[in-house]
């Protein structure tokens, strides 16, 4: 049963989504999978060291068109966002953003969210 | 953009003779079991089509009882075993079997029924040496589908029979995405379920086939139609429909080049499966994985370019699981979830231009998800 009820957002960024691909070099990589139904999704993120500011952050993901619309989401959410403010980005913010999602494919929205704060932790790690 | 329609194997479109044969008979509105001369008329057509049915698949008309279609019929096929012969508990069914009947086994089972699930190998076809050594003093039915709806997969069915038949075991089959595409003999069955609207028919409409002699009780009791084995009133128009479907013309050596061919081309994809079997596949579905991107991504790519296909990945399904059918064949987990099922039709054939636009789409957005995915087949490889 294919949820008919994707909101015009979420077709969006499911048919045209931003920022795919890997960044050569990246100064933080977030990867997770999703052990229910098997999304696995990646975050790239270019840190601008001086400012904490997310220069720039790319996705890969394999799943349905829920989890590839919420990791497009998120990286519009968190680009040029500083780390402070882009940790505080929740999975709420995410489903919010995209009108909502169909009940059964909320975990999605946490996918994105938990993929950007592993991210940002993987970076704090590697720089204290 | 006209749409091409490539889940058949879900639903078909009716027929254009079909319509008009539901033009001609809607005038018809008695209740064939009444006794007057309206009811009287309905009635002819109704017994009318049981008879070119019958002749359809080597049975008498008196074996043929209508229901709502397959679900019902698979539904009354085990339940009305079990209920009809108290005395033996255990029954064995494949591991592919169709929703209709591996629910109705879990309600079964409440009633003290031991259900035991046969495997198949990677192809999809059932185990046979498993079949005969699970079978005991205590079985009563086994049911193995003739064609996989997810896969197509061909079952042999008469080598299954007649093991059933040296055992005196009822053996049921669910011949829905077989019927009018392979030849059936029915004689050599004891209860078969048959279903309409994939054989471009009304919605609705379907029929159990009975072998004379088989002990089975009716599921719906009342006003004692379909000579008291199936009440309710009949549905006539359904009946009709599927009267006119059987006689229709089917293209199923042109489908199945089709289908060899559009396989051959889209598992030119790199990492791409097909699920099932070239040879042992029924003429219409193919079932396809490509690595490492998701069905319903696919899918609903798919669909906006007007072509419509169904998954069986965990994403579209609401327990958001993969397909029994694609694990019970041990498709590996870089495929399981990047599954899309085309199933053609048999009355229109795609044109060689259809057939290349929709291999160029699938190639297409295969690429485009796979671009996205961070599981990359070239890795894979290494």
């Known amino acids: 049963m294919i949820p008919t009820n994707y909101s015009k957002k979420v077709i969006e960024h499911f048919s045209k989504p931003k920022n795919i691909g890997e960044i050569k070099n990246a100064d933080a990589i977030g990867e997770i999978g999703n052990m229910i139904c098997g999304d696995k999704m990646k975050i790239y993120l270019k840190i601008d060291k001086k400012a904490k500011k997310i220069k720039d952050i790319k996705f890969q993901t394999f799943g349905c068109a829920a989890a590839i619309a919420t990791s497009s989401m998120i990286t519009e959410l968190a680009k040029g966002k500083t780390l402070e403010q882009a940790k505080k980005i929740t999975n709420k913010d995410v489903a919010d953003s995209l009108q909502g999602l169909p009940p059964i494919k909320m975990h999605c929205s946490n996918l994105a969210a938990d993929a950007l704060h592993k991210a940002i932790a993987n970076y704090e790690k590697n720089n204290k | 953009m006209k749409t091409l329609y490539l889940d058949n194997a879900a639903t078909t479109p009716l027929a254009i003779e079909v319509t008009k044969e539901l033009n001609k008979q809607i005038k018809n509105y008695g209740n064939p079991s009444s006794r007057h001369a309206i009811g009287k008329t309905a009635k002819e057509e109704v017994e009318k089509v049981r008879e070119k049915i019958a002749k359809f698949i080597n049975a ?23 209920l009809a012969n108290p005395l033996k508990k255990h029954i064995l069914i494949s591991c592919i079997e169709h929703p209709s009947i591996l629910e109705t086994c879990e309600t079964i089972k409440k009633q003290g029924y031991t259900i035991d699930l046969v495997s198949v190998n990677k192809e999809g076809v059932i185990n046979i040496e ?37 055992k005196n075991i009822v053996f049921h089959t669910d011949a829905v995405q077989s019927f009018g595409k392979i030849k059936i003999d029915a004689s050599k069955v004891d209860l078969l379920s048959v279903s309409g609207h994939k054989l471009n028919a009304i919605k609705g409409i379907g029929f159990l086939y009975i072998k004379k002699g088989t002990k089975i009780s009716p599921l719906l009791n009342g006003g004692g139609q379909e000579r008291n084995m199936r009440s309710g009133t009949e549905n006539f128009l359904g009946i009709v429909s599927i009267g006119k479907a059987i006689e ?12 060899v061919r559009i396989i051959k081309k889209l598992l030119k994809i790199p990492g791409t499966i097909l699920n099932g079997s070239i040879e042992r596949g029924a003429c219409n579905i193919i079932s396809l994985s490509f690595y490492g991107i998701e069905g319903e991504s696919l899918q609903m790519l798919l669909d906006e370019e007007g072509i419509s296909v169904s998954t069986g990945s965990a994403c579209s399904s609401n327990k958001l699981s993969a397909s029994h059918v694609l694990k019970a064949i041990g498709v590996d987990e870089y495929h399981i979830n990047g599954n899309i099922r085309l199933s053609l039709g048999t009355l229109e054939i795609l044109t060689k231009a259809q057939e290349n636009i929709l291999v160029k789409k699938i190639k297409e957005n295969v690429k485009k998800l796979q671009k996205i995915s961070p599981i990359k087949f070239e890795e894979h490889k290494k």
Do not use: Y
């Open chain 2, 60 to 82: 008498k008309p008196e074996e043929i009882f209508f229901t709502s279609g397959a679900t019902e019929s698979n539904n009354w096929a085990m339940k009305g075993t079990a």
């Open chain 2, 248 to 259: 229709l013309k089917r293209r199923i050596n042109e489908a199945s080049q089709s289908r």
């Open chain 2, 130 to 166: 498993e079949l005969k050594k699970k079978i005991s003093d205590n079985t009563l039915l086994v049911s193995i589908m003739h064609v996989n709806n997810e896969i197509g997969t061909i079952q042999p069915l008469e080598e299954i029979a007649k093991i059933c038949k040296e």
